[in-house]
């Protein structure tokens, strides 16, 4: 069955700064990824996703990108942080479209100030 | 546009009561597919289930119930004989699908905080 690891699990940035969460997947091949946030008190909002390397879609406009250099890593990034970027981001994947339901790695917390 | 509702923010039941949680959803999809999951205190959301539109039969797992019932786009969850390890957030989630795949695209409802206290 499929892993997903984030790192780092917790972080605290300063307005402005720049920003690079990591996702890996372990026991799937060309799996679909996700990058999902979660604010305080709320539900979670798609961010990007990617069906394959190279290949991002984005949900949401916003100050935050995503790339997939490789198979199974999905780097979520930005040039500077914003306060309104502070959240929960989740990293999921599907082993393959059709495959049902998605996993979730253990999440990364990100606190701007 | 799709949407998932869920009207209840915070329960809280005494543990060994029965709690459902309600769940709306709106799509104009005919085939889409419906998930729970678990989000306890550590953060990691935890798959429950998947239904498919096409499938309306009510399931039971243990102390989990699900009463899908496409009349009214609804997807409720029951816990019978709750539990405090039963305390976590719970989403509903939607996904669009394209034949008979699941794109994998999430829609999520905003959450229903359950505490289930001894």
């Known amino acids: 069955s499929q892993t997903i690891h984030q790192w780092p699990a917790t972080l605290v940035q300063p307005v402005g700064s720049p920003l690079s969460l990591e996702c890996t997947v372990e026991g799937t091949s060309n799996p679909n990824l996700y990058w999902y946030r979660q604010a305080a008190g709320r539900g979670l909002q798609l961010l990007f996703y990617s069906v394959g390397i190279g290949q991002i879609s984005s949900e949401v406009p916003q100050n935050l990108s995503a790339s997939r250099p490789q198979d199974r890593q999905f780097i979520l990034s930005s040039k500077k942080l914003l306060l309104s970027d502070s959240g929960f981001y989740l990293c999921a994947c599907t082993g393959t479209v059709g495959a049902g339901e998605l996993f979730f790695g253990e999440g990364s917390r990100l606190t701007v100030l | 546009a799709q949407k998932v509702t869920q009207a209840q923010t915070e329960i809280s039941v005494v543990e060994k009561e029965d709690v459902t949680l309600d769940c709306v959803y709106e799509?104009?999809?005919?085939?889409?597919?419906l998930f729970w999951y678990k989000q306890p205190p550590s953060g990691e959301l935890v798959f429950l289930i998947r239904?498919?539109?096409?499938?309306?039969q009510n399931e039971i797992s243990g102390r989990y119930s699900w009463n899908f019932q496409k009349s009214t786009s609804s997807f409720n969850f029951t816990i019978t004989a709750s539990q405090v390890v039963d305390s976590a957030v719970y989403f509903c989630?939607?996904?669009?699908?394209?034949?008979?795949?699941?794109?994998?695209?999430?829609?999520f409802g905003q959450g229903t905080t359950l505490q289930v206290k001894p």
């Open positions: 799509t104009r999809d005919t085939t889409y597919y």
């Open positions: 989630a939607l996904s669009e699908a394209r034949g008979s795949s699941n794109t994998g695209k999430l829609i």
């Open positions: 239904r498919n539109s096409f499938d309306e």
